[in-house]
């Protein structure tokens, strides 16, 4: 049995360059749109390490409770990478 979300029988899925459309047109995400997303997506992640530590929240993984230094590793590194996607946009 095969389900799909949001697709009527008058109007089937295509692939087109590889993107999922309807009636054979594609929604294509051009660079400019896509770095500005995955940018912010990434200052976001920072700016909840950085509230992590701030407000001393613990995080607890299958019993396992994550130290807070893996917290200033994920501001690190989320921050540099949305730092250098917002530097990119051209």
């Known amino acids: ?9 008058d109007e089937p899925l295509a692939t087109v360059g590889g993107c999922w459309a309807r009636g054979g047109r594609a929604g294509r995400l051009n660079g ?8 912010t997506l990434f200052l976001v992640v920072a700016i909840i390490h950085l509230l992590r530590i701030i407000f001393g929240w ?3 993984i299958g019993g ?3 130290p807070f230094w893996a ?7 989320a ?3 949305a730092y250098l996607g917002f530097t990119q946009r051209r």
């Open 58 to 60: 613990s995080v607890e």
């Open 64 to 66: 396992l409770s994550i």
């Open 32 to 39: 400019k749109t896509y770095i500005m997303v995955t940018a």
């Open 71 to 77: 917290s200033w590793l994920g501001v690190l590194v």
């Open 1 to 9: 049995m095969t389900y799909r979300v949001g697709v009527t029988r």
């Open 79 to 81: 921050g540099a990478l």
